[in-house]
T-cell receptor, first 111, second 112 residues
Framework: EADIYQTPRYLVIGTGKKITLECSQTMGHDKMYWYQQDPGMELHLIHYSYGVNSTEKGDLSSESTVSRIRTEHFPLTLESARPSHTSQYLC??????????FGPGTRLLVL | GQNIDQPTEMTATEGAIVQINCTYQTSGFNGLFWYQQHAGEAPTFLSYNVLDGLEEKGRFSSFLSRSKGYSYLLLKELQMKDSASYLCAVRDPDTNAGKSTFGDGTTLTVKP
């Protein structure tokens, strides 16, 4: 059983607000990822990190930013939320077994 | 880059066997994953193939042919709870971070 957590699970917020989606894992994994997924659609990689102080943009352009100050935490921030940001955001981490473990996801609705 | 193709939808009967195919065209290859994703939930890992051949794990098996750019996921003795989306993902070898590119997923519906 993987130990990876995301908060909040659900978030409804108004346009223009700053939000931070939290992701934490207790497995000591170096590699962590953020994906965006609309209902019934494919996963899109938006950010990834292969260790502390390393962050990279993924394949899908995103207005969000991430940080990796500690191994356990990989928060994603939207400085000014817009309705187009409405989606599900999935965090994942990967250890030496090359398997990605996904968190439960955050469903974001921007009004 | 990576291009991954899998059928959009499949339907099968409880107790039967179903094979979900995945083909890929990639600039590099470092393994292929299968994930299961129930509606509204996060994906969960099913299998990882890096060498050619069949990997069996209970009711689920995964096959890989690197020369053909082809994989399949085989589900035996289907149960209603197997109704889900099945994602094929190819690992990109070009980065230290081990990025994976996901296919669009195959929605499997198991009927009584």
């Amino acid at each position: 059983e993987a130990d990876i957590y995301q908060t909040p699970r659900y978030l409804v917020i108004g346009t223009g607000k700053k939000i931070t989606l939290e992701c934490s894992q207790t497995m000591g994994h170096d590699k962590m990822y953020w994906y965006q997924q609309d209902p019934g659609m494919e996963l899109h990689l938006i950010h990834y990190s292969y260790g502390v102080n390393s962050t990279e943009k993924g394949d899908l352009s995103s207005e969000s930013t991430v940080s990796r100050i500690r191994t356990e935490h990989f928060p994603l921030t939207l400085e000014s939320a817009r309705p187009s940001h409405t989606s599900q955001y999935l965090c994942a981490s990967e250890g030496n077994q090359e398997t990605q473990y996904f968190g439960p996801g955050t469903r974001l609705l921007v009004l | 880059g990576q291009n991954i193709d899998q059928p959009t939808e499949m339907t099968a009967t409880e107790g039967a066997i179903v094979q979900i195919n995945c083909t890929y065209q990639t600039s590099g290859f470092n393994g292929l994953f299968w994930y299961q994703q129930h509606a509204g939930e996060a994906p969960t890992f099913l299998s990882y193939n890096v060498l050619d051949g069949l990997e069996e794990k209970g009711r689920f098996s995964s096959f890989l042919s690197r020369s053909k750019g082809y994989s399949y996921l085989l589900l035996k003795e289907l149960q209603m709870k197997d109704s889900a989306s099945y994602l094929c993902a190819v690992r990109d070898p070009d980065t230290n971070a081990g990025k994976s590119t996901f296919g669009d997923g195959t929605t499997l519906t198991v009927k009584p």
